[in-house]
Structure formats: structure tokens, C-alpha cells
């Protein structure tokens, strides 16, 4: 059974930090250290946006132009995991925040049920 679980959300005031992890585990991630994977947000009202992508070694990343330089995403390939820090985090960073691998799309692919990032200002 395919698994993502996402945790780590939570409420925080503006400038704070928060550390998510996504743990992945069933058929499609069994050959996880081979795939790249990213982070995805999903804020009410609007479309599911990638804000983080990590290459299978770990060696490239990239950020969506809303978070770079604030956020980092990192990735533990014996542990099936990937994390993302976020730091200087801002109300509009408001979102349901989800990991996936590179190329998910919302009908074809399993989603887990992500993790809540609530900013106050």
C-alpha cells in the first residue's frame, strides 16, 4: 500500500521556522532513493503549487521564486524520507503542504493528507 505522511505543520507567527517531513513507503516508493520528489502547497481557494524539488542523489535543488532563499529541502535516502525547513515564514506562506515525487498529478497519483501551515501575522 502506497504511503505518504506528512507532518510537522503547525501555527507560527511571521519570521518563525517550522521543520515538515514526509515519510514514503509502499509500491511506488520502493525504489524512493531513485526518485526525485518535492514539496507542494495547496493554499484555500487556489491551484496545488510545487514550491521544492530534490533530485534522487540530493545533489540539485530547486525552489519556487515564493520561498527561495527561505526554505530547504533536504532528503534521508535510508530512511524514505524528505524534509523541508522553512524559515522567515509569512502569512502568505498559509498552506496544506504535501510531498509527492516529480511529476505527480492530482488525478493520476496518490496523495497523502498533507500537513497544515498556519501563519499569523
Known amino acids: 500500500q502506497v504511503q505518504l505522511v506528512e507532518s510537522g505543520g503547525g501555527l507560527v507567527q511571521a519570521g518563525g521556522s517550522l521543520r515538515l517531513s514526509c515519510a514514503a513507503s509502499?509500491?511506488?516508493?520502493?525504489?524512493?532513493?531513485?526518485?526525485?520528489m518535492g514539496w507542494f502547497r495547496q493554499a484555500p481557494g487556489k491551484e496545488r503549487e510545487r514550491v521544492a524539488l530534490?533530485?534522487?542523489?540530493?545533489?540539485?535543488?530547486n525552489y519556487a521564486h515564493s520561498v527561495k532563499g527561505r526554505f530547504t529541502i533536504s532528503r534521508d535516502n535510508v530512511k524514505n524520507t524528505v524534509y523541508l525547513q522553512m524559515n522567515s515564514l509569512k502569512p502568505e506562506d498559509t498552506a496544506v503542504y504535501y510531498c509527492?515525487?516529480?511529476?505527480?498529478?492530482?488525478?493520476?497519483?496518490?496523495w497523502g493528507q498533507g500537513t497544515q501551515v498556519t501563519v499569523s501575522s
Open positions: 509527492n515525487k516529480r511529476g505527480a498529478t492530482m488525478t493520476g497519483d496518490y
Open positions: 509502499g509500491r511506488t516508493f520502493s525504489t524512493f532513493s531513485s526518485l526525485d
Open positions: 530534490i533530485t534522487w542523489s540530493g545533489t540539485t535543488t
